[in-house]
């Protein structure tokens, strides 16, 4: 069955440091891979996307994510953090079953300090 | 253009009751689906639409719940008999189906609010 891991409910990091957002999969076939934020009172936004080609992809923010098919994971990466990143990530599988959906991990909630 | 509209954004019934939420995708997108966000959770699916028909209701958590999606447009969420468990985020989301770039791709609504008290 498809799933998806977020091993960090929260993270902190410190405004400026470089994020790193782990996601692990299990999928039998080519995913179709997802990074959302859920910021406060916000609905969720798609970050970037994976399908197929370059495996590191690069989203809106200043995030980018890279697909490590032999690690089955999609880490989400950011070199530099702003106080507006404080949110929750989620990352997200795409699958077939007899139609289409997508199965999203837990999350972890970014807590950004001054 | 609009995006995904949910209707209504906050709704506090008491147990027992049934309830009604509603959702209106973007204008095109064949794709519907709906999940639930408990207070600190991730997300539920709870069902997708392909059009009007409904391939996968592998997530809806009881037969209390149901759902239907009429003109390949506006869709429905249906709680019988509310249960204080039921209260969470219902987000509804639509998407582009078939091809590659942006199918797939999900826009999600701001989501409704529901207290079952």
């Known amino acids: 069955a498809q799933s998806v891991t977020q091993p960090d409910i929260h993270i902190t990091v410190s405004e400026g440091a470089s994020l790193e957002l782990r996601c692990n999969y299990s999928?039998?076939?080519?995913?179709?891979l997802f990074w959302y934020v859920q910021s406060p009172g916000q609905g969720l936004q798609l970050l970037l996307k994976?399908?197929?080609?370059?495996?590191l992809v690069q989203g809106i923010k200043g995030f980018e994510a890279e697909f490590k098919r032999s690690q089955s994971s999609f880490n989400l990466r950011k070199p530099s953090v702003h106080w507006s990143d404080a949110a929750e990530y989620f990352c997200a599988v795409g699958a077939h079953t007899g139609g289409f959906k997508t199965i999203f991990g837990a999350g972890t909630r970014l807590f950004v300090k001054a | 253009g609009a995006g995904v509209s949910q209707s209504p954004s906050n709704k506090v019934t008491e147990k027992g009751k049934d309830v009604e939420l509603r959702c209106d995708p973007i204008s095109g997108h064949t794709a519907l689906y709906w999940y639930r966000q408990s207070l600190g959770q991730g997300l539920e699916f709870l069902i997708y639409?392909?059009?009007?028909?409904?391939?996968?209701k592998s997530g809806l958590p009881s037969d209390r719940f149901s759902a239907e999606r009429t003109g390949g447009s506006v869709s429905t969420l249906t709680i019988q008999r509310t249960q204080q468990e039921d209260s969470a985020v219902y987000l509804c989301?639509?998407?582009?189906?078939?091809?590659?770039?942006?199918?797939?791709?999900?826009?999600f609504g701001p989501g409704t609010r529901l207290t079952v008290t």
């Open positions: 989301a639509s998407s582009l189906v078939g091809g590659s770039g942006g199918a797939y791709e999900q826009y």
């Open positions: 994976y399908f197929s080609g370059d495996t």
């Open positions: 639409f392909q059009g009007n028909s409904a391939p996968d």
């Open positions: 999928y039998g076939a080519t995913p179709y």
